[in-house]
């Protein structure tokens, strides 16, 4: 007999009575979940939210706690940058896409600033200061930090702005984030419930999501909501069949999660007739330093370059993995090298260095003469200040000079220590999901409403197309969340008092 999970929906009728009763049930509390559950609380309905690990958090307390914010935020006045929200749609929307959800980003970009207000409402606080490197993740307590908006073409679509707000910690800041957005979800009287899955949606006689079946300790539990359930359950990068099915790119690749992004959310949906968008869409990270790359270059399997080193690396990475021949390198002199600061090194270390770039070719596997021509037109224009074929910002544009260095992503970062070293050298998570409106109501095939199912974060599409920048999950995440809680909160009515299980519960 086959173990694979079935999510057919179970029907209320056949529900004598039910376990738990509410009205708004949020399956999964990670940043899209807490503020659905808060902000739905905030609205005058009763709250429950049941999470599959032992604690709230999921991969959102994993993250690195970036939050893609702008149109005028303190922080940004307080650095110098004027911003609106007509500038910072411009950006996203050519940085999310091509296709990319044009009415959430509006909206998005429109709320930011009030955005910004509530996480401070929530106890989170940022540093004054903008860290005006190249970083994946900024070494530094400052609170702005760039994200690809001083890159060409960009810069050229919108005043370059830096809009990546960073709360007050080093490194990951993920876990402060859902920190204290748990403290206000537990303050605002919502009841959590952990080890506990979600596994079938549950509708009434009518085709209404009126609860759900889940499994707690071994033992089934029912759950009702009698105003609507919200989806929060995050990606499927840990499925390896629906990578394998929607995004393949990723398969075999190093996961961004916490273990338990399988998709369950969005099978529940599609087992009951709903849509889903940009399921093949997925953020991609190789492990190249950006602080190296802007003072060097990227290169292929064939010795080329291909972009322009100094963008937002996960766009680097998107185009690396998914639109040129392997292996990727990256090539450094000694002058370049120095000149990155410690802290930004992240322990990489050269996996070979040659004085002769005819060595280093050979070394690498590289068609001859290859890594020389390359070379040599970087320098021919960077002697002058341009770089006409990718458009590198004159800041980084310098004639790289022997010694040249070759480091090798797939080693990974931290590659200079013992025991160093990755598998490909490629991480990342998926960004396609149930199809939602505005308010996180899930539609169906037909472009209907599913009465009483909604859903946010990484379970449904977002605002993205075929690109990603980060902080926009951890933002697209609470804001769409915080829509979708008060629109479930105030809900079509109970529309379940004619099921069999009416007074049940």
Known sequence: MSSKPTFAPAHASDIEAFDHETDVLVVGFGCAGGAAALEAAGSGADVLVIERAGGPGGSSAMSGGELYLGGGTPLQQSSGYRDSPDNMFAYLKAALGPDADEEKIRLYCDGSREHFDWFCGLGLTFNPGLYDGQSWMPPTQDGLMWLGENAWPYDRLADAVPRGHRPATESFGGWLIMEKLVAAVKAAGVETHVDTVATRLMLDDDGRVVGVVARQYGTTVTYRARKAVIVTTGGFVDNEEMLFEHAPVLSGHAKVSDGLDDGSGISMGLAIGAAV???????????????????????????????????????????AVRHQPGPYWVIIDQEGYDDIPERD?????????CERLGELEEELGLPEGSLESTVAAYNH?????????????KRWLRSL??????????????????GGG?????????????????????????GNEIPGLYAAGRASAGMFGQGYISGTSLGDGTFFGRRAGRAAAVGIGNTTSDSGAQDAG
């Open 277 to 319: 968008r940009r399921m093949s869409v997925t953020q991609i990270a190789a492990q190249v330093l950006p602080a190296m790359i802007a003072r060097g270059m990227l290169v292929n399997g064939l010795g080329q370059r291909f972009i322009n080193e100094d963008v937002y690396p996960g766009l680097a990475s998107v185009a």
């Open 345 to 353: 090194l992240w322990n990489v270390r050269p996996s070979h260095v």
């Open 381 to 393: 224009w960077a002697e002058r200040g341009e770089d006409p074929q990718f458009h590198k910002n």
């Open 401 to 418: 000079k022997a010694p040249f260095a070759a480091i090798d992503p797939r080693k990974g970062f931290d590659s200079g220590s013992e």
């Open 422 to 446: 990755g598998t490909t050298g490629v991480a990342g998570f998926t960004l396609g999901g149930l199809r939602t409106t505005v308010d996180g109501r899930v539609l169906d095939v037909s």
